[in-house]
């Protein structure tokens, strides 16, 4: 089913408080059922954590939110923009590349392998997309830049290329270069996974203070005391589902559904 | 060994070795400019474009360069598209360059993690930023010795241009020879020059590969992730 072919009406735009909405977002690799009908609706300033086993769509879902997988049917919305289509003619296209990066300057994702661009240094890193971007001058965008990387302490390795940093390090500078973009909801993708404990600390508390400051976080983890402390919403996912939605306290309790709990006690 | 016959001769294979530096230099800035852009094309998913070029490439790659410049010399005359040696010269060993510039820009740039061309994507940077300032530059000490020894190949075959009457080195050498029955003198020297042309490629190829190790051999001490 391809939504962009249907003839519809324009669907109605989101309440302007929920900065993310996916409505029926479905997405199939061939007859592989990825997701299957995911709403999800993220208020602004929250923090909502998503969890479950290994292959039940938490990346992918949350790499739908900025159309790094695209959907095959169902609505995301950021920001009250949707997100990868463009209407035409009373009818929703499929956005160009062009006009998905456009959409993609709501959103700042921090990955479990920090991808940080290993041929500049660490402040160039933070610079770069906004100036490369347009969304700042060049001055502002080093301006900001340096005082991000000083807020996620790392203000003495402005000239430090990549592979001199340690994981930790590397992961604290992935999240400040998403927080250069300025975007409306910062996405994780098991952003500590690749991490050992000790390191996994130092970001997660980046994580919290971030959360604390009111910015709307999409948290993919396996850190279920993250999911348990700092998270105001928890999502359980499982075969491409979202089973259960709910405050932590419900979550992580002894009332939350048998097939949580045996997933929490693993 | 006539070192009088060889002064004699020598300005002329000079004047030769000169084209040849020529037609390499002209080569491999052609086949270069088209075949980075061209390398880029089917890196990330494949579609009906990447095909005809993957297509193509295994084409070219196929061809003799001698029969790609008998084809132009020979071949378009007959439809009434008539051009100097010289031209079709460089637009045949362009094109035999060109397929194999993109397989060695290809393995190079295919060697850079995804995840940084994912990164790139998820920032909103435009694709032509994230090939030309983020993928190429990390491709370029990879891709550069390789690239170096075959522009080595092209240097050597040039001398194929001396069949449709281009005045390169081998060919020039071959004129003195066949007009003076003493090969030896101007085929040691002729070699010498290539060697010299061969051996700056060299070892600009070498230079890079020990400057790459370096590197490589620094940066992995500095990772403790």
């Known amino acids: 089913m391809n939504i962009a072919k249907q003839d519809r009406r324009w669907p109605d735009r989101p309440d302007p408080e929920n900065i993310v909405e996916l409505r029926g977002v479905r997405l199939d690799y061939g007859i592989l059922n990825v997701l299957h009908d995911v709403n999800l609706t993220i208020r602004e300033g929250e923090t909502v954590a998503i969890i479950g086993p290994s292959g039940s769509g938490k990346t992918t879902l949350l790499r739908c939110i900025n159309y790094l997988a695209r959907p095959t049917a169902g609505e995301v919305w950021v920001d009250r923009h949707l997100v990868g289509q463009v209407e035409k003619g009373g009818k929703l296209h499929p956005a160009t590349e062009g006009v998905l990066r456009l959409h993609r300057l709501e959103t700042g994702m921090v990955f479990q392998q920090f991808n940080l661009f290993r041929n500049m240094t660490v402040l160039q890193n933070v610079m770069y997309a906004p100036v490369a971007c347009r969304v700042t001058s060049k001055e502002e965008a080093r301006d900001r830049a340096v005082r991000l990387i000083e807020r996620v302490g790392l203000g003495g390795k402005l000239s430090a290329r990549p592979h001199e940093l340690s994981g930790g390090q590397q992961q604290r500078i992935a999240i400040a270069r998403a927080l250069a973009m300025q975007p409306k909801v910062m996405l994780f993708d098991e952003a500590t996974s690749a991490l050992d404990p000790e390191l996994a600390r130092e970001v997660l508390e980046v994580m919290r203070e971030l959360a604390r400051e009111g910015m709307t976080m999409v948290v993919v983890t396996h850190e279920m005391g993250f999911a348990r402390n700092v998270a105001d919403r928890v999502v359980f996912m499982e075969n491409g589902r979202i089973v259960e939605d709910g405050a932590p306290a419900v979550i992580f309790s002894d009332q939350a559904p048998k097939r949580i709990r045996n997933f929490l006690s693993h | ?225």
């Open chain 2, 1 to 225: 060994m006539d070192m009088n016959y060889l002064a004699e001769n020598l300005p002329l294979l000079l004047q030769a070795a000169w084209v040849t530096v020529w037609l390499t230099v002209l080569t491999l800035i052609l086949s270069t400019v088209i075949a980075l852009p061209l390398s880029v094309v089917g890196l990330t998913r494949v579609s009906p474009a990447s095909q005809a070029l993957d297509m193509a490439t295994l084409l070219l790659r196929s061809l003799p360069t001698l029969v790609i410049l008998f084809f132009f010399y020979y071949g378009l005359p007959q439809f009434g598209i008539v051009l100097s040696p010289f031209p079709v010269a460089v637009i045949g060993l362009t094109l035999s360059a060109i397929a194999y510039n993109i397989e060695i820009f290809r393995s190079g740039l295919r060697a850079v993690d995804p995840g940084q061309i994912e990164a790139a994507r998820a920032l909103g940077l435009p694709g032509w930023r994230t090939w030309v300032q983020i993928v190429f530059p990390q491709a370029l000490p990879i891709f550069t010795p390789t690239y170096l020894s075959n522009a080595t190949l092209v240097l050597k075959g040039t001398s194929v241009a001396s069949i449709i009457t281009i005045p390169e080195l081998t060919s020039v050498a071959n004129e003195i020879v066949s007009m003076t029955y003493q090969p030896f003198e101007i085929l040691i020297a002729a070699a010498l020059i290539y060697i010299l042309m061969g051996g700056v490629l060299s070892l600009a190829a070498q230079a890079v590969r020990w400057n790459m190790t370096r590197r490589l051999a620094s940066s992995a001490k500095e990772v403790g992730a």
